[in-house]
């Protein structure tokens, strides 16, 4: 698997709306992890849109894990 990370809504039907598309495959399944900060302080803007430039220039440069290998590392805690 390949991890991306995105920013998105959840609204009151709690379906979530991503806030710009995933540019991959079409019409794949996928798996989500929803971090939900426990309050609106836990992000600013800024470091919102720090990390996803990060995690898209990552994405974009082939700089990416396997999803299995980060599960290994959150086991051993």
Do not use: C, Y
């Not at 991503?18 to 992890?33: M, Y």
């Not at 939900?36 to 995690?55: G, L, M, V």
Request: aromatic residues 6%.
């Amino acid at each position: 698997m390949k991890a991306l990370k995105a920013m998105a809504t959840i609204n009151e039907q709690g379906q979530i709306t991503l806030d710009s598309p995933i540019l991959t495959n079409k019409n794949s399944r996928v798996e989500i992890i929803v971090l939900i900060p426990e309050s609106p302080e836990d992000f600013t803007k800024e470091e919102i849109i720090s990390d996803f430039r990060q995690a898209w220039h990552e994405a974009m440069t082939g700089q990416t894990i396997p999803l299995s290998q980060v599960w290994e590392g959150l086991e051993n805690d």
